[in-house]
């Protein structure tokens, strides 16, 4: 009895947060890093440009995190930051603050800036959702939009991520705001704007799932060779490339292959590998998880590396060390998806994508 209640009181400070420090990480990860060479970095050591996503809120609050951008990274989107609704919260107001934040961040240290996102069905607030109107006006509003953000940005972003996500998983185009109000034609105007306000800025297409198999990955390269057959002003295809230990390299092999051939540049976007994908809540990241890891990282790298070097735009990861990741939020569970660990440590994943180019 005693020993039971003992238990409650416990299990009631852990949920309360009491017996946290307040900064020991949600799900620390083991010591399973890698020794420094303080020489190498992955911006170096990469024949092509190796990136991250970044959130401002880390980039002021965490000084490692911000070092470890600078020193390894050459190409920077921002997590959250150029979305629409983050941008354009309502119909006569743009707050540029933290994107500005952002790119004075990446221009100051030299860095390639992606622009991620100006379409994505996810995104849209609500004054858009709510917003009243005819096929012409829907028109006004996406292109004047798309325009005042790239316009803003022209000669400082160097690629955007056009329409993001527009894709269902059955290779369907995707049901949203965009397509109910403009037809699937919302993806091709949109390409069309970005380019009148920036005709130098590389634009892509981004989804996910091209690795899960032929079904979405199909729909994704049909969408996308139908926009550069009518003479879109598409450049890039990205692969987001939110993967798991468990996917085989036969689909993410498929997943490069078949983006190779519509012969656009490809950029893998977001890459994170998840290590927990069955949501176990007390799984403990192992060195045979970490060696799982470094070992699907190597193989993604090391088949990026074999594509046409004029299609490599680069590889970006999906923020940096472990406890940034999306991954623990979005799905609620321990995971170690990035290549540094909750406090910036190089794990195995890192090794591993060094010698993905040897
Ligand atoms: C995610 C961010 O990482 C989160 O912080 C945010 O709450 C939701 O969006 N695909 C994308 C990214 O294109 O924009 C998403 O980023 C992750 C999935």
């Not at 998983?169 to 705001?177: A, F, H, M, P, V």
């Not at 390409?191 to 634009?203: E, K, N, R």
Request: charged share 20%.
């Amino acid at each position: 009895m005693k020993r039971y209640s003992i238990l409650l009181v416990t299990l009631a400070l852990v949920s309360s947060g009491c017996l946290k420090g307040q900064n020991d990480p949600v799900f620390p990860s083991p010591e399973l890093t890698i020794p420094v060479d303080e020489s190498v970095t992955l911006q170096a050591s990469l024949p092509f440009k190796f990136g991250a996503a970044v959130n401002n809120g880390l980039l002021r609050s965490k000084a490692a995190y911000r070092n470890v951008v600078i020193k390894e990274f050459n190409s920077l989107t921002s997590e959250n930051a150029m979305k629409f609704a983050q941008l354009h919260p309502s119909e006569n107001t743009y707050t540029w603050s933290e994107a500005d934040y952002f790119v004075d961040f990446a221009q100051q240290n030299g860095k390639r800036v992606h622009g991620h996102t100006l379409i994505w069905y996810k995104n849209p607030p609500t004054w858009v959702l709510n917003y009243q109107g005819d096929a012409a006006a829907w028109d006004k509003l996406l292109k004047d939009h798309i325009q005042t953000v790239v316009t803003r940005y022209k000669g400082k972003v160097a690629s955007w991520d056009v329409v993001n996500e527009a894709v269902a998983e059955n290779g369907t185009l995707r049901d949203c705001i965009w397509l109910q109000k403009l037809g699937p034609e919302y993806i091709e105007k949109s390409f069309i704007y970005a380019h009148q306000a920036d005709p130098d800025a590389l634009l892509f297409y981004n989804d996910y799932g091209h690795e899960y198999g032929p079904t979405k990955r199909t729909g994704i390269i049909n969408l996308v060779n139908s926009l550069i057959q009518k003479g879109v002003p598409i450049h890039g295809i990205g692969l987001q490339m939110h993967t798991r230990y468990t996917q085989s390299n036969a689909n993410l092999a498929a997943a490069i292959s078949t983006a190779v051939a519509t012969g656009l540049k490809v950029h893998i976007a977001e890459l994170d590998i998840a290590m927990n994908p069955d949501n176990i809540q007390d799984l403990t990241y192992t060195a045979g998880l970490a060696e799982q890891q470094k070992a699907k990282y190597e193989f993604i790298v090391r088949t990026y590396n074999a594509i046409p070097k004029n299609q490599q735009f680069g590889i970006t990861t999906w923020n940096v060390g472990d406890s940034d990741s999306w991954i623990r939020g979005e799905y609620n569970r321990p995971d170690w998806p990035l290549p540094f660990d909750d406090n910036y440590n190089r794990k195995a994943a890192y090794q591993g994508i060094l010698d993905g180019v040897k």
